[in-house]
């Protein structure tokens, strides 16, 4: 069989949604194989969670980040055995970057969904001992959202810029009180939307701390491979390979803001094909619009999104 190479963004939390990955289980064997393997590594029905589940228990932090990777990594898996289509570059956003290692090889796709379960218990954990939450800003520049976090951080509370998800589209996280603040400071400064997220934590801010301790940890106990395919890592939008680099960039990434803007934009200097977003949903395809509109990017999730995807390869 004849191997393509594409570029593969993989998505992060917030994508999750009852019913997610049913259809691939049903079409095809391999991911019926991976959703069995990972109900018995998590000891429950985890495949029954995503199937039918009940939304607000299949949001919860623990069950969404691996419920995201497994769909993942089973559309991913699905396109390389059924038509060759390999990752020549990866990137993921936050909880998608454990996706794009898994599939790049760096780590084996089970011991990523035992990771990214963990990962998912500490970051509610993290939440229940030093609460918080996170905010998207729309229509402010980082520098003014940057200037946004420094007013709202007074006396001593925590507010920082997570997420540069694309130009005039940021997430701040920190402290509950000093978020609302920096809400209600933007809005003045002319944001032209401010959403709170519906989050359990203050994720990628230095009040997640702890969790990132415990996880890279964790993260050391399981075998990290070199590879041969570039990830953009978030911390810092630097392409990894060596095992050492990958532990390093996940050492940082949960307490370190995602770099989503840069890293689209390295990833699309560095591949000039076709880029694929694989796994549920379309909202880094969206994001990609904004970052670099000359460079659009296939949704590939569903049973039928894949299955054209094979198609496009087999007869051409």
């Given at each position: 069989?004849?191997?393509k ?25 391999a ?18 969670l ?8 299949l ?12 769909h ?26 454990y ?42 520049e ?19 810029t ?34 709170r ?14 969790a ?8 050391r106990?399981?075998p ?93």
């Amino acid at each position: 069989m004849a191997v393509k190479k594409t570029a593969m963004l993989f998505p992060g939390q917030g994508s999750q949604f009852v019913g997610m990955g049913r259809d691939l289980i049903e079409r095809f064997p391999a991911a019926a194989e991976l959703y069995r393997q990972a109900d018995e590594i998590l000891h429950m029905k985890f495949s029954r969670l995503c199937f039918e589940g009940d939304p607000d228990v299949l949001t919860e932090t623990r069950n969404a980040q691996p419920a995201i990777l497994l769909h993942s990594v089973a559309a991913a898996r699905i396109l390389r055995e059924e038509a060759g289509i390999e990752p020549a570059i990866a990137a993921g956003h936050s909880l998608g970057e454990y996706s794009a290692l898994a599939c790049a090889g760096a780590l084996d796709p089970l011991d990523a969904l035992r990771i990214v379960r963990r990962r998912g218990e500490l970051m509610f954990e993290a939440g229940l001992r030093q609460p918080g939450t996170m905010a998207a800003i729309i229509g402010l520049e980082r520098e003014v959202v940057d200037q946004v976090c420094a007013e709202a951080a007074a006396g001593g509370r925590t507010v920082v810029t997570a997420n540069i998800n694309a130009p005039g589209q940021i997430v701040v996280s920190g402290h509950i009180e000093a978020v609302e603040d920096a809400m209600r400071i933007a809005e003045a400064k002319g944001a032209t939307k401010v959403v709170r997220l519906n989050v359990s934590g203050a994720f990628h801010s230095p009040l997640v701390e702890p969790a990132q301790k415990e996880l890279v940890e964790y993260i050391r106990s399981f075998p990290v491979q070199e590879t041969a395919v570039g990830v953009v890592c978030n911390a810092d939008a630097r392409i990894v390979r060596t095992a050492a680099e990958i532990v390093d960039a996940l050492s940082r990434q949960l307490t370190s803001p995602v770099l989503w803007s840069d890293s689209m934009t390295v990833l699309a200097d560095r591949w000039d094909g076709e880029i694929m977003e694989v796994g549920p949903g379309r909202v880094l395809a969206g994001l990609m619009k904004r970052i670099r509109r000359d460079r659009p990017v296939a949704a590939v999730g569903t049973a039928e999104q894949v299955a054209a995807a094979i198609e496009a390869v087999t007869v051409a």
